[in-house]
């Protein structure tokens, strides 16, 4: 297992564009945390939109790029990918506000107590109202260690509703993390 860019200590925001690596950074990071600390504790939360779109998948699980543990919490949203499958922009903003009540509801019954959190595509439970709370981001403040990755790019429209909410929920979470590492197009961080 390769070494990781940062530490799995405090909390860690990957960002990027689409096929940067960033679920797949995830994906080493929590393996490596199972490796050096097992899964007592252990929450994943996959919010991740699967679509495939002028031949490119748009997002991705982490199950794809490693075994997620029997053991340890997990929770998967059937996510909608609002700006690429909604008809209009209200259409793709009740999509986003379908995966906030989900994702809202995984949230609920994930352990009140974890010690490493990794959540794959943090932005989807947050994509409908700026003002919305952050809900992923409190529930990761109870962990040692969480990991994040989040879609930056406006290459899904700049202008769109739920782009902007996205764009403010991570800045949010940039403020917030301990450290961001930010990904981008050929970067070796996610290879």
């Known amino acids: 297992m390769s070494d990781l860019p940062f530490p799995l200590a405090g909390s860690t ?4 564009p689409s096929n940067t690596g960033k679920t797949r950074l995830t994906a080493r990071a929590l393996e490596t945390w199972i490796e050096r600390e097992g899964t007592e504790g252990l929450v994943v939360l996959d919010f991740a939109p699967e679509l495939e ?11 794809r790029f490693t ?26 903003v009740a999509l986003a506000e379908e995966n906030a009540e ?13 010690r490493a959190v990794f959540v794959n ?27 994040l990755n989040a879609l930056e790019s406006d290459e899904l429209g700049a202008d769109h509703p739920v782009s ?15 450290r961001t590492v930010s990904l981008s197009r050929g970067s070796p961080a996610g290879e």
Do not use: M, N
């Not at 925001?13 to 990027?16: A, Q, R």
């Open 102 to 114: 989900r994702a809202d509801q995984l949230l609920d019954a994930a352990p009140a107590e974890p």
């Open 13 to 16: 925001l990957i960002v990027g």
């Open 53 to 63: 779109r002028d031949g490119r998948l748009l997002g991705g699980r982490l199950d």
């Open 164 to 178: 902007r909410v996205e764009r403010a929920t991570v800045a949010a979470l940039r403020e917030w993390a301990t």
């Open 121 to 147: 595509d943090a932005t989807i439970p947050r994509q409908h109202d700026a003002d919305a709370p952050h809900r992923v981001r409190d529930y990761c403040d109870r962990a040692d260690v969480a990991v």
């Open 67 to 92: 075994a997620i543990p029997d053991d340890g919490w997990v929770g998967r949203l059937e996510a909608h990918a609002p700006r690429a499958s909604a008809g209009s922009q209200s259409d793709a």
